[in-house]
């Protein structure tokens, strides 16, 4: 079956550090994007993929970076670990045609920077 | 700015009745809105989508309304069950390539 996998499930780092969190997807969908979910903001955009090779910033883009290389990954990286960006991370896809189909998420990654 | 509202506070229900939850918007024209069921611990949940030519969507115990006028949705869960506690989400989407902006979201407890 297909499915959009998160790794690691949990995080703990210190600030400054650079971290990579992953995401993999097997629906061959064209569309990626990561959030971030916090108490009293609920979900914010932090970049998306519409394919190979794109990437745009979302909403809280700063600190962030993604690369897409292939269909399958998007991996989102902290360039250099701060507390405010303890937060639980969410990775979706969805087809050209997400609208009606909705998106897919995976099981996200709680990250704690200390 | 756009901002989308759900209430913060969760809705608590008997089991069996039905469960009303309000997505309202500002500042913001939807081609088409989603809701999304969220467990602790655990990613969104597509539930359902109607687009703005639609009053009103259903699927089994589920019913979606949305008023452009009015910029608002709501969501209702008919005969609901503790099985159906859970956070709901509302997102809006279209005005930017296939992004959708999400609410904060409601908490919904039925007790048995």
């Known amino acids: 079956d297909a499915e959009i996998t998160q790794s690691p499930r949990h995080k703990i780092t210190e600030t400054g550090r650079q971290v990579t969190l992953a995401c993999h997807q097997t629906?061959?969908?064209?569309?990626m994007f990561w959030y971030r979910q916090d108490l009293g903001h609920g979900l914010r955009l932090i970049h998306y993929?519409?394919?190979?090779?794109?990437?745009n910033k979302g909403e809280v883009s700063d600190g962030y970076s993604v690369s897409r290389s292939n269909t399958e990954d998007l991996p989102l990286t902290l360039e250099s670990a701060a507390s405010s960006q303890t937060s639980v991370y969410f990775c979706?896809?969805?087809?050209?045609?997400?609208?009606?189909?909705?998106?897919?998420f995976g099981s996200g990654t709680r990250l704690t920077v200390v | 700015s756009q901002k989308i509202e759900q209430n913060s506070e969760a809705l608590n229900i008997q089991e069996g009745k039905t469960a009303t939850l309000t997505c309202n918007y500002t500042n913001y024209s939807p081609a088409y809105l989603q809701w999304y069921r969220q467990d602790p611990g655990r990613g969104p949940v597509f539930l359902l989508l109607?687009?703005?030519?639609?009053k009103e969507k259903r699927k089994e115990r589920l019913k979606v309304t949305f008023d452009t006028t009015l910029k608002q949705s709501l969501f209702h869960i008919t005969a609901s069950q503790p099985a159906d506690s859970a956070t709901y989400l509302c997102?809006?989407?279209?005005?930017?390539?296939?992004?959708?902006?999400f609410g904060g979201g409601t908490r919904l407890m039925v007790k048995p």
């Open positions: 979706a896809s969805s087809d050209r045609t997400g609208e009606a189909y909705g998106y897919t």
């Open positions: 993929s519409y394919g190979v090779q794109d990437t």
């Open positions: 109607i687009r703005e030519n639609e």
């Open positions: 997102a809006l989407g279209g005005n930017a390539g296939n992004m959708l902006t």
């Open positions: 629906w061959n969908h064209n569309n």
